[in-house]
């Protein structure tokens, strides 16, 4: 057994933060084992280190935040977890009803959405997506609103000023969108400013807001803070995504959802 270290305060969270980088996660048994604490302590240390964005509380214990790698062009991650992502967008289309307005936003995963919308009887649907737009714009049974605005190349969206505009403009009853990275303590996060705002207009037009992720997605911060989880009402990723991610992310009244 390894001789417990005996340390204090700042000194001890230091040291655990570096274990979790090292083996990615910690027990709460863990830290009193080698720094002869009390669970009380233990407990306190690492809430302390998730209150501070460095690690990310779980049951039992705690996990590593991956800092999220930049996010490559959206033609270039189409075959990134392809079969993860197609089982995700029809889970996520099987919960649009005909009639109903939905907004998707841009990304890959969200595209998949789109693909199992075809078909669908009187839909609006509202997109700040080209590659949706162009998807969807040959089914005379899907009312298309295209939102304006500033064109970004690599993903192929628009977002900007005029963008959120048009979007204090409309309403629908769902709204699907992808993001970069998801923790329980930092939240939504994304890699592009302009975007992110953007994506906090969007969040505000719908009665239910759905993200769709990949397991990659989870347990990462990316540079800029979307919004917080509970800001969420649904979220569906693949069954990929460990469990005791799925569970903490539902003990905030998220609704989670496996495909």
Known sequence: METPTIISGIERQNKILQRINQQYRITV?????????????????????????????????????EKSPP????????????????????????????????YLGSGTTVLEVARNL???????????????????????DITIVCIGGYLRPSELSFIGHIAEQVLAEVRADKVFIGVRAINITEGLTNDYLPETLTDRAILTIGKENIVVADHTKFGRASTV???????????????????????????????????
Do not use: F, W
Request: hydrophobic share 40%; proline share 3%; charged share 20%.
């Open 225 to 259: 803070r979307l919004v917080p989880i509970s800001q969420i009402h649904t979220l569906i990723t693949g069954t990929e995504t460990p469990v005791e991610i799925i569970n903490e992310i539902s003990k905030n009244n998220i609704q989670v959802i496996t495909a």
């Open 71 to 102: 996010e490559m062009p959206m033609l270039q991650r189409q075959v990134d977890q392809i079969g993860e992502k197609q089982r995700i967008g029809a889970l996520a289309a099987s919960r649009v009803v005909d009639g109903e307005t939905v």
């Open 29 to 65: 048994s863990e830290v009193c084992e080698h720094y002869a604490v009390s669970e009380a302590t233990a407990r306190r240390d690492l809430e302390t280190l998730a209150a501070n964005g460095k690690v990310q509380r779980v049951h039992g214990g705690a996990i590593a935040i």
């Open 118 to 140: 075809i078909g669908r009887q009187k839909l609006t649907v509202i997109t700040n997506s080209l590659p949706v737009v162009m998807l969807l714009s040959e089914h005379i």
